[in-house]
């Protein structure tokens, strides 16, 4: 087990400590363990962690799986690690997700107005925050080679077998929020949706022995 790191913003620090990976099904750990598998490869031959999480259109799960990932590899103490995100097409990133995290204690500024805004995302008290907007997966902003490619949504995964420059593809995909857009339950199901990523990934990162 890794050793954990101090320094997240205490509403997050809180999140991570209730979440329980023994809700996992062992055939979820059978999906998200080449990821492990993919790090810890990379920490072995000391080389830096580039993950970008891709789906349809960079404006949900993409996102809470690049700001968890980075969030968890930062709690667990993994260092080098480069979390991006994009899609086969760039639309923007959803208020909703937002709004959920900073429900979860991500503090969140919006740096510009437009159709596609762009914010910063702080989930540390000494770290970068995380710069996040919609984009296609080969923009300029993501990097374009030595990266594993995780898929987050069936259509991306179906629709794109190769990732130009990805040097290993994994598919972890998860059921879209989206389809409660306009409901009563819609906040209920990001919420939902973002704590299972959270969870997730804390578990692909609690398995970095470093």
Same mark, same amino acid.
């Given at each position: ?32 363990d ?8 990379? %920490? @072995? ?13 960079n404006?949900?799960?993409? @996102? ?9 590899? @930062?709690?667990?103490? +993994? ?37 596609? $805004? ?9 770290? @970068? ?17 030595g ?15 190769? %990732? $130009? ?5 994994? $598919? ?22 973002s ?8 578990? +692909? ?6």
């Open positions: 087990m890794t050793k954990t790191q101090t320094g997240l913003l205490p509403d997050i620090l809180e999140i991570i400590k209730n979440l329980d990976f023994g809700l996992i099904s062992d055939e979820r750990k059978e999906v998200l080449p990821l492990v598998e993919f790090i810890l490869s990379k %920490v @072995h031959s000391k080389e830096e962690i580039r993950l970008n999480f891709i789906c349809t259109h404006s949900r799960r993409s @996102h809470l799986s690049q700001i968890w990932a980075q969030t968890m590899s @930062h709690f667990f103490n +993994v260092k080098n690690v480069y979390c991006y995100s994009g899609g086969t097409e760039a639309t923007a990133l959803f208020p909703m997700i937002a709004d959920t995290l900073r429900k979860q204690g991500f503090q969140i500024q919006q740096l510009s107005d437009s159709n596609n $805004p762009v914010y910063a995302i702080k989930y540390a008290e000494n770290e @970068h925050p995380i710069i996040g907007f919609s984009k296609k997966m080969e923009d300029g902003f993501n990097p374009s080679s990266f594993a490619a995780i898929m987050t949504c069936d259509s991306a995964n179906e629709t794109c077998p190769f %990732v $130009p420059g990805a040097e290993k593809r994994i $598919p972890i995909t998860y059921e879209d929020p989206k389809a409660f857009d306009n409901t009563p339950q819609q906040a209920e199901k990001y919420l939902e949706r704590t299972q990523i959270a969870t997730e990934l804390g578990y +692909v990162f609690s398995n970095i022995d470093i």
